[in-house]
């Protein structure tokens, strides 16, 4: 390779075609890598670490902005779960006596207990679900571990129902269950729904991000995964006299599990036997495969969000 001098200072060396050096033979002897390029899931998990602050921030900027155009501001995090509840109760327990087996002391408690839990859930995913497709200026704009999005979102939805878990304590205190040893258990029921969530929020942002008529889809997915799921009503009761396995399959779905685990924490009158068998180690399971393949799931496309 020859060398000419400009000016009596040396220009570097310069690859010509006589060379022979092929594209990917240039690219690592200078340097340099597909723009855009997938890294190796060791570093994008350094990668989203670095980026833990910018995760945070823009999980709370959306938090505060949720609300904002309305009067009541951040109460409605708060308002709209216990209207749902207050719905519910009228329907499902006044009128359809769902509440079997559960005393009225008990049954507004599990009740209240169940949607904010679940809107946990069905708000991580609904959030999820957009992570990509409704933010493609950002996506496109600025180069970010991707998985930051959906992680975003689904801490909002954290620390949306830490705000409302105020007045879930005080629904329960009402109703006559003080606080106790049981009440330390919310904290890693929080935790593992929490990785649940997360999990399921990367996989929808994937789907979503592909195909994104499914955020119009998902919320009857979501509607029919509420109802099987005994947010109004005890399962194990409402099937008694139907096949054992039934009411088992329905008591293990992961949104279930969380709620039952929380109603267990928080309602005195709602004791163990009220739970699955082996519960907490389908909570665990159902924590850490949603989260890490979730996870994978997601990195596996992460060169191609924003692209087409």
């Known amino acids: 390779m020859s060398t000419t001098h400009d000016g009596g200072i040396a220009v570097s060396d310069r690859p010509t075609p006589g060379d022979g050096l092929s594209a990917a033979d240039?690219?690592?002897k200078y340097g340099l890598a597909v723009s855009g390029?997938?890294?190796?899931?060791?570093?994008?998990?350094?990668?989203?670490?670095?980026r833990r602050h910018f995760i945070l921030a823009f999980s709370q900027a959306k938090l505060t902005a949720q609300y904002s155009q309305a009067k009541l501001g951040q109460l409605w995090q708060v308002v709209t779960p216990l209207l749902n509840a207050?719905?519910?109760?009228?329907?499902?327990?006044?009128?359809?006596?769902?509440?079997?087996?559960l005393s009225h002391d008990v049954y507004i408690p599990f009740l209240v207990t169940g949607?904010?839990?679940?809107?946990?859930?069905?708000?991580s995913v609904m959030a999820g679900v957009r992570a990509i497709s409704g933010n493609l200026g950002l996506v496109r704009a600025l180069h970010f571990p991707r998985a930051s999005l959906p992680v975003s979102f689904a801490l909002q939805q954290l620390q949306q129902l830490l705000f409302s878990m105020i007045v879930l304590f005080v629904v329960a205190i009402g109703f006559g269950s003080y606080p106790g040893l049981s009440w330390l258990l919310i904290v890693p029921v929080l935790f593992l729904q929490f990785l649940f969530n997360t999990?399921?929020?990367?996989?929808?942002?994937?789907?979503?991000?592909?195909?994104?008529d499914l955020a119009q889809l998902m919320p009857f997915i979501m509607r029919t995964w509420m109802y099987a799921s005994g947010v109004m009503f005890s399962i194990s009761t409402m099937l008694a006299g139907r096949p054992e396995w039934i009411a088992r399959v329905l008591q293990a779905n992961p949104a279930a599990v969380y709620m039952d685990l929380m109603r267990f924490a928080l309602i005195d009158g709602y004791g163990a036997s009220n739970l699955p068998p082996h519960v907490w180690a389908i909570a665990v399971f159902w924590a850490v495969a949603t989260a890490l393949g979730g996870f994978v799931y997601f990195w596996k496309a992460e060169e191609r969000y924003g692209r087409g």
């Open 199 to 212: 999990g399921l929020a990367l996989i929808v942002a994937r789907m979503g991000a592909k195909t994104p």
């Open 86 to 101: 207050a719905v519910y109760y009228l329907i499902f327990g006044l009128i359809l006596q769902a509440n079997k087996g």
């Open 26 to 28: 240039l690219a690592a």
């Open 37 to 50: 390029a997938r890294p190796g899931l060791i570093q994008y998990v350094r990668q989203l670490w670095g």
């Open 115 to 123: 949607v904010f839990v679940f809107t946990f859930t069905q708000s």
